[in-house]
């Protein structure tokens, strides 16, 4: 029997339009998906109404985001809905990767023993929304107006105007603050007169989930040219519930109005899962349309209103950073416009929010970008050389690195107007670094019990202390009751690792953290501490006796002058990682540029450059390996259960 998730049903929200004169609104939020009901959740835990406006009359149905990364899980336990979204989801921590009929590639996402979850996890899109749904039907401070459609914009210095659809007619609101996030063809964005910009990739994939009672395990497994479908690109994973997504490539030859028919991708599915040698019946649950895009908005903050998800920015989605994204989104702006809001800083706090967001997108298309080159290559040369990295791999595992999908990670802020200098050569995690979290244990009376770093600090800052003296002790708890009024309400909790608390104001407000390794993890030295902002990145790190300036710096939407954070790479690499990747995407780019009648010619020109810089035992290897690229293992369809 289906499974297949059909959301509830909501009626049409009835609501008056604002008196002329009564007080505006402080925050509406346009779009209720992921990222607008997320940013209604972190500012009504601040003690902020929202009005949620929400065209539609339920969630979305059907195949879109299926994973889900450590960090959104994180972010979903401070927003109040991690643990109901944890009991439905598929956890899972690696995949494979097939050229034709060979396993050209086996990753694993790190999975380590001071890990509170699991690296990613597969749930759909429509279940993980409405169990946020369920969270903000329950708080009092969020009002959501179902079938209520955004229509028009008028702005003001001090306010926005809106004009609503809904199934009663037009209705106005006015508000301080306007928090765009009605998805990628976001209406906010026309009213506002603004543009997308960037890259949209050449590759169309079909997308649909079956209902199939597979026991093959939760993993992600790609064939590249498979036998079941020559040249094409195949993708699954499980979801709960025995719902597998399935998505494919099409070739830029067939038509996708034919190919997107039922009758079509049935016959597609079938023929693949015949070559996995299926004997179980399945059933089409849904189907889609899907093709890349790397486009961003130059600017996230526009006076009053605030673009967060996929109203700002669009990712390829093989690196599965739409969703993952927009939660980072709704985190930061949840704690930066809170601050405004309730005229604790700056609006340049706001500017912040732009340039740490952008820079966010940049790095995560820098990643998701080179996955979507191996996913989809949209030219002759990413096409030719992708081909050539496949069938290298099969024998030569270094090269199956190449078409390592990179899954989402958390980014950084290193370039954030807030994040402090820090002194050169400086190691470990660094400021606008993300502060993963780990098991601890809290230190108590009659000895200590088990907790993580993120249910310590809980959804607000933290300041943490490393070796602290009883006065260093007593210095750190002053300084985050400093921070704690000049925030207020936002929470501030103040931490010591490995200290003498007993200075610290008799303590019922310093934790203590019996945890020996996360200095080393963390590489921070006695005598140090480290403010962690509420969406889980380091604001500074500096002596305890510094910690003074923090509120200020904050207020102001600034940080000190300093040395700044070095840059840090979008990806960590080996050199010889590096190297490979240089020569992939360089060989690529020469070869799209070369006239085609001459493509042959250059690469023996270029082959001859460099064989002759090589050794003659070398360049006797490398013929032989670009010449047999044979499969040497056993033939291996699909991982076994
Ligand atoms: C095939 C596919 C696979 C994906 N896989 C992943 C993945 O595995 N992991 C991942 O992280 N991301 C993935 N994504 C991306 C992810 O789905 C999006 O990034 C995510 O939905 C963005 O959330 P959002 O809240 O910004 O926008 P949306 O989810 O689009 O929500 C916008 C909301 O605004 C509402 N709205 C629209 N217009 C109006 C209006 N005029 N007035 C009022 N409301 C309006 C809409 O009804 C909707 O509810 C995938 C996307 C696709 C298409």
Same mark, same amino acid.
């Given at each position: 029997?289906?499974?297949?998730?059909?959301?509830?049903?909501?009626?049409?929200?009835?609501?008056?339009?604002?008196?002329?004169?009564?007080?505006?609104?402080?925050?509406?939020?346009?779009?209720?998906?992921?990222?607008?009901?997320?940013?209604?959740?972190?500012?009504?835990?601040?003690?902020?109404?929202?009005?949620?406006?929400?065209?539609?009359?339920?969630?979305?149905?059907?195949?879109?985001?299926?994973?889900?990364?450590?960090?959104?899980?994180?972010?979903?336990?401070?927003?109040?809905?991690?643990?109901?979204?944890?009991?439905?989801?598929?956890?899972?921590?690696?995949?494979?990767?097939?050229?034709?009929?060979?396993?050209?590639?086996?990753?694993?996402?790190?999975?380590?023993?001071?890990?509170?979850?699991?690296?990613?996890?597969?749930?759909?899109?429509?279940?993980?929304?409405?169990?946020?749904?369920?969270?903000?039907?329950?708080?009092?401070?969020?009002?959501?107006?179902?079938?209520?459609?955004?229509?028009?914009?008028?702005?003001?210095?001090?306010?926005?105007?809106?004009?609503?659809?809904?199934?009663?007619?037009?209705?106005?609101?006015?508000?301080?603050?306007?928090?765009?996030?009605?998805?990628?063809?976001?209406?906010?964005?026309?009213?506002?007169?603004?543009?997308?910009?960037?890259?949209?990739?050449?590759?169309?994939?079909?997308?649909?989930?079956?209902?199939?009672?597979?026991?093959?395990?939760?993993?992600?497994?790609?064939?590249?040219?498979?036998?079941?479908?020559?040249?094409?690109?195949?993708?699954?994973?499980?979801?709960?519930?025995?719902?597998?997504?399935?998505?494919?490539?099409?070739?830029?030859?067939?038509?996708?109005?034919?190919?997107?028919?039922?009758?079509?991708?049935?016959?597609?599915?079938?023929?693949?899962?015949?070559?996995?040698?299926?004997?179980?019946?399945?059933?089409?649950?849904?189907?889609?349309?899907?093709?890349?895009?790397?486009?961003?908005?130059?600017?996230?903050?526009?006076?009053?209103?605030?673009?967060?998800?996929?109203?700002?920015?669009?990712?390829?989605?093989?690196?599965?950073?739409?969703?993952?994204?927009?939660?980072?989104?709704?985190?930061?702006?949840?704690?930066?416009?809170?601050?405004?809001?309730?005229?604790?800083?700056?609006?340049?706090?706001?500017?912040?929010?732009?340039?740490?967001?952008?820079?966010?997108?940049?790095?995560?298309?820098?990643?998701?970008?080179?996955?979507?080159?191996?996913?989809?290559?949209?030219?002759?040369?990413?096409?030719?050389?992708?081909?050539?990295?496949?069938?290298?791999?099969?024998?030569?595992?270094?090269?199956?690195?190449?078409?390592?999908?990179?899954?989402?990670?958390?980014?950084?802020?290193?370039?954030?107007?807030? @994040?402090?200098?820090? *002194?050169?050569? #400086? =190691?470990?995690? &660094?400021?606008?670094? /993300?502060? %993963?979290?780990?098991?601890? +244990?809290?230190?108590?009376?009659?000895?200590?019990?088990?907790?993580?770093?993120?249910?310590?600090?809980?959804?607000?800052?933290?300041?943490?202390?490393?070796?602290?003296?009883?006065?260093?002790?007593?210095?750190?708890?002053?300084?985050?009751?400093?921070?704690?009024?000049?925030?207020?309400?936002?929470?501030?909790?103040?931490?010591?690792?490995?200290?003498?608390?007993?200075?610290?104001?008799?303590?019922?407000?310093? @934790?203590?953290?019996? *945890?020996?390794? #996360? =200095?080393?993890? &963390?590489?921070?030295? /006695?005598? %140090?501490?480290?403010?962690? +902002?509420?969406?889980?990145?380091?604001?500074?790190?500096?002596?305890?006796?510094?910690?003074?300036?923090?509120?200020?710096?904050?207020?102001?939407?600034?940080?000190?002058?300093?040395?700044?954070?070095?840059?840090?790479?979008?990806?960590?690499?080996?050199?010889?990682?590096?190297?490979?990747?240089?020569?992939?995407?360089?060989?690529?780019?020469?070869?799209?540029?070369?006239?085609?009648?001459?493509?042959?010619?250059?690469?023996?020109?270029? *082959?001859?450059? #460099?064989?002759?810089?090589?050794?003659?035992?070398?360049? %006797?290897?490398?013929?032989?390996?670009?010449?047999?690229?044979?499969?040497?293992?056993?033939?291996?369809?699909?991982?076994?259960?």
């Amino acid at each position: 029997m289906s499974t297949y998730y059909q959301p509830r049903k909501y009626p049409a929200s009835d609501f008056a339009s604002m008196q002329p004169g009564a007080e505006a609104l402080p925050v509406v939020v346009v779009g209720a998906g992921p990222v607008g009901m997320a940013v209604a959740l972190g500012l009504a835990q601040r003690g902020i109404p929202v009005t949620i406006l929400e065209a539609a009359d339920q969630v979305s149905f059907g195949s879109r985001a299926i994973c889900i990364s450590r960090h959104s899980l994180e972010a979903a336990a401070r927003l109040g809905f991690g643990a109901e979204l944890e009991k439905i989801v598929l956890p899972w921590v690696g995949g494979r990767s097939f050229y034709r009929d060979q396993q050209v590639l086996h990753f694993r996402m790190p999975q380590r023993e001071f890990d509170v979850r699991p690296p990613m996890i597969n749930v759909s899109q429509s279940e993980y929304e409405q169990i946020v749904v369920d969270t903000i039907e329950q708080n009092p401070l969020i009002t959501l107006h179902w079938q209520a459609s955004i229509a028009g914009i008028l702005r003001d210095d001090d306010q926005v105007t809106l004009e609503v659809d809904t199934a009663f007619g037009k209705r106005h609101l006015r508000a301080a603050w306007v928090v765009a996030a009605d998805g990628g063809r976001s209406r906010m964005r026309e009213l506002a007169g603004l543009r997308l910009e960037g890259t949209n990739y050449e590759g169309r994939y079909v997308i649909a989930d079956i209902h199939w009672e597979s026991e093959l395990p939760a993993e992600r497994m790609v064939w590249f040219d498979p036998p079941s479908n020559p040249g094409s690109t195949i993708i699954m994973h499980k979801q709960p519930k025995n719902i597998w997504r399935i998505d494919y490539q099409l070739d830029p030859s067939e038509d996708a109005e034919i190919e997107t028919r039922e009758d079509a991708i049935r016959a597609r599915i079938t023929k693949h899962l015949d070559w996995l040698q299926n004997d179980l019946p399945w059933t089409l649950e849904w189907h889609g349309f899907y093709s890349a895009r790397a486009l961003a908005l130059r600017e996230f903050t526009h006076d009053r209103i605030l673009f967060a998800g996929d109203a700002a920015h669009l990712v390829p989605i093989f690196g599965v950073r739409g969703l993952n994204s927009g939660m980072e989104d709704a985190e930061t702006l949840a704690w930066q416009l809170a601050a405004v809001v309730h005229g604790n800083a700056d609006r340049a706090l706001l500017q912040a929010y732009s340039i740490e967001r952008h820079d966010a997108w940049e790095q995560n298309v820098a990643n998701a970008g080179k996955s979507t080159l191996i996913m989809s290559p949209g030219t002759h040369g990413y096409r030719t050389t992708r081909d050539a990295v496949l069938a290298l791999a099969v024998n030569r595992p270094e090269f199956g690195e190449l078409i390592n999908p990179r899954q989402s990670s958390a980014t950084h802020a290193r370039l954030s107007p807030l @994040t402090w200098p820090v *002194a050169e050569g #400086l =190691a470990g995690v &660094l400021p606008g670094d /993300p502060v %993963e979290d780990r098991r601890v +244990r809290v230190a108590a009376a009659g000895g200590s019990t088990e907790s993580s770093l993120n249910a310590v600090r809980s959804n607000g800052f933290a300041v943490v202390g490393f070796g602290l003296d009883a006065a260093g002790s007593a210095a750190l708890s002053a300084a985050a009751a400093d921070l704690a009024a000049a925030l207020a309400p936002e929470s501030v909790r103040a931490v010591v690792v490995g200290a003498d608390s007993s200075g610290a104001d008799g303590s019922d407000d310093v @934790t203590v953290l019996d *945890a020996p390794d #996360l =200095a080393e993890a &963390l590489g921070a030295t /006695p005598g %140090e501490a480290f403010v962690i +902002r509420p969406d889980g990145l380091l604001l500074c790190r500096v002596p305890v006796g510094a910690l003074s300036g923090v509120a200020a710096a904050l207020r102001a939407g600034t940080a000190p002058e300093g040395p700044a954070v070095p840059a840090r790479p979008a990806q960590i690499l080996t050199e010889d990682e590096q190297r490979r990747e240089n020569v992939w995407l360089g060989l690529s780019d020469a070869l799209d540029q070369v006239d085609p009648s001459d493509r042959e010619g250059f690469l023996v020109r270029l *082959a001859l450059q #460099l064989g002759s810089q090589a050794g003659h035992r070398e360049f %006797e290897e490398a013929i032989a390996a670009a010449t047999d690229t044979s499969p040497v293992s056993t033939r291996e369809l699909a991982p076994q259960a």
